[in-house]
């Protein structure tokens, strides 16, 4: 099963999640999220497995969501208008993000991890 792992290092939230994956013995490609961002076909695809709204995807928290005002913004964009401008940094994006296998997970619950990825 290929997995891939997109996380930042810094992020605690990430490290938990990788930790679990590691002590499950998962096999996974990691992905530095901040220096790769998905690409916008990769992101079409993972928001396609994840049955989540493409708003869940945005990193409400973070600086540049902020900067960019997406609060006020996003309500009217299009679908393509987000997908670029999240593929554009990997910082707007919720993370961390597990996907393969036709399955998405985003952010780290272990209870849906051990639901997802069991």
């Known amino acids: 099963m290929e997995i891939t792992y997109y996380g930042y290092p810094k992020c605690s939230t990430c490290r938990n999640a990788k930790k679990w994956l590691e002590a499950k013995e998962f096999n ?14 990769e992101l079409r695809e993972i928001i396609a497995t994840s049955g989540l709204e493409i708003k869940k995807f945005f990193n409400t928290s973070g ?5 960019l005002k997406l609060k ?3 309500p009217t964009m299009t679908e ?3 997908i670029s401008l999240l593929s554009s940094d990997g910082m707007l994006i919720k993370r961390p993000i ?12 272990e209870e849906d991890f ?5």
């Open 98 to 109: 597990v996907h393969g296998n036709g399955k998405t997970t985003v952010g780290f619950k």
């Open 114 to 118: 051990e639901k997802v990825w069991k």
């Open 72 to 74: 006020d913004k996003l």
């Open 63 to 67: 600086k540049v969501y902020r900067e």
């Open 28 to 41: 996974f490609k990691e992905v530095n999220i901040a220096e790769t961002p998905p690409t916008e076909s």
């Open 80 to 82: 393509a208008e987000k």
